[in-house]
C-alpha cells in the first residue's frame, strides 16, 4: 500500500477514556436489550442490536478515526466528520430504541434510588416532552447547524480544542433531539401525526441544502484556517471547500430525504401505529417488576475463585511475601543506603503502599491475606500453643491508634522513607513483635489490638466494595456447630472473634478466609457489597460492637484521616520551605522538633478539638436520645472516606511517578552491581485527574454518609442539616486542602533518582 | 445517593474528558530546501507547560507528505536561554502524516524554534519565532474535577428535594 495512505489510514486515536464510555454505554444496552429480550422478542430484535451497535461505531469513528485528524487540515474531512454525529450515529443509536434497555441495563438500585426520582418527576417529563416536540428539536437541528457554520464560530471551534468539543456536542444532542420524533422513540408517543414527519424532514433538508449551496457556490474560502493549513495532494482551500459542500448536500440529502420516502409509504398503510401504544403500557409493567440481583461472588468466578479457595492459597501468599519481605531487609540491612537504589527504599515506600491503597478501593484488604508477619508465628504455634487471653482492659484500639501516631511521626521526623537500613529494622521489629505478642496470646491479637499497617486497612476497608459475609443468612439460621468462629478438627475459626452471621462490614477482618475454609455449607463468600454501608449503621457487629460508640475507633480514625492531609502536605514544596523557615528561625539543631509539632497539632491537637467542636455544635439539633459521644464517635466515622481518598491520591502519586524503579532495584539487588543507571520515569499527565477524582469521590461519599448519619439521628431534614453541617465543613476543608496539595509541585523524596 | 452511583458517574465524567491531540495551530509556514514545513502548536493559545509541537513536512513539488525523514526539534526561550530538545515522531501523533514531540515549555514569552530535518543523508534547517503565553492555572485546567463534587451535591440535593416533595404529595 501507498505509505501516505497507509499513514492516513492509521491515524486513528482510540482514546482510551471514551472508548472506556463506549464500553459501558455498549454493556448496558446489551444487558438491559438481553432482559427486555427474554420478555418481549418481537419488539427488541436483533436488528436493534445492530443498529445501536452500529450507531456507537459511527460515533466511535466520528471522534477517533481519520476524519477527526485530518478534520483541522481539510474542511472535507471535517464535514464527513459532522455528518457521521449529525445523521448516522444518532438516527441509528435511537433506531435501537435505547431508553429502554439501557435503563434496564442500569444496576437496580441506581435505576430505582438514583435516577427513579428525576424520571418520576413532574418538572422531568415536561422537559423531557418539551425537548423533543417536534418544533422545539427541528429549531435546535436547524439553528446548531446554522450557527456552527457561520464563519466566525466554525473558525473558534477549529482554534480551541475545548469549542470544538462544544460544537461536536451540540450537533450530537441536536440531532438526537431531531430523530427522536422520526424515529418514534419508546417511551413516549408522537405528538404529531407520522405523516408530519415527511415535512418536516424535507424542511430541515431544505437547511442543509442553502448551507452547502453556500459552501459549493462561494468564490472565495470561507473559514480562513484553511486557508493557512498547509495544502495536501495539491488540493486548493476552495475546492476542499466545495467538496465539502458537495458532501453536504448530496450524503446529508440523502440522509433526510430516505426516511422521508419510508415514512410516506408507511404512510400509506393503515394501523401501522398500534402496536407502539400496546408497547407503551407493556413498558410500564417491565419497568415496574425489575428483580432485585444477587450480589457477586468473587469466589464463584470461574478461575479466581477456585485458587482462592485453596486450602494452602493463603500460605502460598504469605510465603512470596514472606521471601520478598526478606529480600527487603536484607537489602535495606546489607545494600547500598541509597534510597532509589536500595529494595527497602523502594519496594516497601512506593510500590507496596500504592498497590495497596489500589487493593483496597477495588476490592478489599488484601494486604493482610497475604501479611507475611504472622506466617511465622503459625508456624511456631505448630509447636508451642499460646497459654493467655489478651487482657480484657486493653481490648480496644487505644495501642493500635498510639503505634499509629507514633509510626505516622516517626515515618517524618526520621526521614524513613529515605533510610533502607531503619525500614528494614521496622520489618524485622515487625515480624518480632507479631511472633512475641501471638506466641504469648491467643487469637490473633497482634493483628486485632496493635498492628498499625492493620488498623490502616481495617478502617479504610469500610469503603472498599468486597466483603467476606454469608451468602444465604437463611442457612446459617439452622447451623448449631458455628465453625466459622469455633473452627473445627481441619480448620481453624475466625482468630479476630467475627461470627459471620453477625459480621458488619470489613472492619477487623483480615480476609484470612478461615471462615470460607470452616463452614461446613459452603455459605461463605466475597461478595459485593456497599461500600460505606457500615459507616452509617448502628447495628452491632460480631467482634467489633457498634462501631458509632467506640471512641478507641474514633480516635484512631481521626489519626488516620488527619494523618492523610499531614503525610501528603509534607511532602510539597511550600509546606517544606514553610517547615525549614522556621528551623532557621528558632535556630535549632534538627527538624524533629519542628515535625513534632506539626504532627501533635496536625495528627491529634487540631483533630480532637474539631471533633469536639462539631459534636458540641451538631448536639444542639440532634434527638434526645442521641449521646454526645455517639454522636462524634458516628460524624467521624463518616469521614473515612475524605481521608481514604488523599490517601489514594498520595500513594498513587508515588506509584504512578516511580513503578519502574523497582527494576533496576531488583536487577541490582540480584547482580549486586551498584554502577546501573536509574533514569528518573516520566510523571503521567493523567495523573492529577485521576488524584482530584479520588479525593472529590471521597468528599462526595463521606458527605453522604454523614447525611445518613443525620437523618438517622435528628428528627426532620432541616434538623439533618443543621446536624450535618459543622461536618461537611470539616469534610469541606479537608477536600480543598487535599486539592491544593494535588496542585502543589511534589518532592519524590528519594523514591526517585534524579538525573 | 448510593456510593456505586458515585462511583459510575465518576467513571462517566472522567470518561468526557479528552486527551490533547496534535496538530492544533499552525505557527511556523516556511519552505526550505526541498522541503514545506509547517509547524503546528497545540494547546491554542499556547502557554507555558506541556506542549505538543507537530509538523508537517511536504516536498516542495506536489506537496507530498514526507513520511521517512528525522525531525529534530530545538526550541530556547529568549528571555533566559533555556533550551529544549526534542526529536519529533509520526508514532506520537494522532495524524500519521505529522511528525509530533510532546515538551514542556518552562516560561513563558518568546521562544526561537530550530526544526532540523535529516533525510537521505542531506539536512535541512527552518527557523522561527513562537510567542508561549504564562502558564495557565491549574485549577483551571482540571476545573472540570474540581466542580465535579459540587455538581453532584447540588444534583443529591435536588433528588432529596423531589423525594421530599413526593412524600408530601
Known sequence: MDPVAAAVLASWTLDLRAVCLLLVVASLYLRGWLRLRAELPHKYT????????????????????????????????????HLLLLMVAPALLLLGQPVLPLLRGLPRWVFKDALGPFLASREFRQVGRAMVHPVVSWLALASVITIWHM????????????????EHACFFWAAIMFWWPVVGVWPGHAVWPRWTMIPYLALADLVNTGLSAVLSFSDHVLYPSYQLAPRLWGISALDDQATAGAIMWVPG??????????????????????????????????????????????????????????????????????????????????????TPMNLAGVLPWTHWRGLAVIALLLAGNLFCMACPFTLPRDLARRV?????????????????????????????????????????????????????????????????????????????????PLQVRVREPAVCGSCSTHDCIRGNGHQRGCELNLFQPKKLGNFDCTFCLDCVQACPTQNVGILTGLPGQSLREEHRGSGIGRLNRRPDVAALVLILVFGAFVNAAGMTDPVMMWMHRWHGRLRLGSMVPIMTAVYLCGVL?????????????????????????????????????VGFGMWLAHFSNH???????????IERFLSRDASADYPPGPIPGWLPSVELLFLGMGLLLTLHSAWRVACRISEGRRR??????????????????????VFQPMQMRGTMMMR | MKPRKLLLLSVVFLAQATALADGGAVQLRTEAGAFVITVFTSPAPLSAGPVD???????????????DADVLLALRAQPSRSEIRAQASRQKSQNKLLYAAPVTLVESGKWQIAVTILRNGERTAAAGTIDVAPTREMVASYWGYVAFPPFMIVAFVVRERLICRKERG
Open chain 2, 53 to 67: 509541537i507537530s509538523l508537517l513536512v511536504q516536498n516542495r513539488d506536489g506537496l507530498e507528505p514526507v513520511l
Open chain 1, 151 to 166: 464563519s466566525p464560530v466554525y473558525e473558534l471551534a477549529l482554534r480551541s480544542q475545548a469549542w470544538h468539543e462544544v
Open chain 1, 46 to 81: 436483533a436488528g436493534r442490536l445492530a443498529a445501536f451497535a452500529g450507531g456507537l461505531f459511527a460515533l466511535l469513528s466520528a471522534l477517533a478515526s481519520p476524519v477527526d485528524a485530518f478534520g483541522g487540515l481539510l474542511l472535507t474531512a471535517h464535514m464527513i466528520q
Open chain 1, 253 to 338: 440529502s440523502i440522509a433526510f430525504l430516505v426516511p422521508a420516502v419510508i415514512l410516506g409509504m408507511r404512510a400509506l398503510e393503515a394501523g401501522r401505529t398500534r402496536p407502539l401504544q400496546r408497547t407503551t403500557t407493556r413498558r410500564s409493567a417491565v419497568m415496574r417488576h425489575i428483580p432485585a440481583g444477587k450480589p457477586w461472588d468473587l469466589l464463584r468466578t470461574p478461575i479466581l475463585g477456585p485458587i482462592l479457595r485453596y486450602r494452602h492459597f493463603r500460605r502460598c501468599l504469605q510465603a512470596a511475601m514472606l521471601l520478598l519481605a526478606g529480600a527487603v531487609a536484607v537489602d535495606g540491612l546489607f545494600g547500598p543506603q541509597v
Open chain 1, 655 to 665: 506509584l504512578a511517578t516511580g513503578w519502574s524503579s523497582f527494576v533496576p532495584a
Open chain 1, 605 to 641: 491537637i487540631v483533630p480532637g478539638i474539631l471533633a469536639t467542636a462539631c459534636g458540641w455544635v451538631s448536639q444542639c439539633w440532634k434527638r434526645e436520645t442521641v449521646t454526645r459521644k455517639e454522636l462524634a464517635c458516628s460524624f467521624t466515622l463518616a469521614l473515612i472516606p
Open chain 1, 384 to 464: 508451642v500453643a499460646p497459654r493467655y487471653r489478651w487482657p480484657r482492659r486493653l481490648r480496644s484500639k487505644w495501642i493500635a491508634a498510639g503505634l499509629l501516631a507514633t509510626y505516622l511521626w516517626a515515618y517524618e521526623a526520621f526521614s524513613l522513607w529515605d533510610s533502607p537500613r531503619a525500614t528494614a529494622w521496622i520489618i524485622l521489629g515487625y515480624f518480632i513483635a507479631a511472633f512475641v505478642v501471638d506466641i504469648l496470646f491467643k487469637g490473633a491479637s497482634f493483628c486485632k489490638y496493635m498492628c498499625p499497617i492493620g488498623q490502616f486497612h481495617f478502617v479504610h476497608s469500610l469503603v472498599s
Open chain 1, 720 to 741: 439533618a442539616v443543621a446536624v450535618m453541617s459543622p461536618w461537611a465543613v470539616v469534610a469541606g476543608a479537608l477536600y480543598s486542602a487535599g486539592v491544593w496539595i
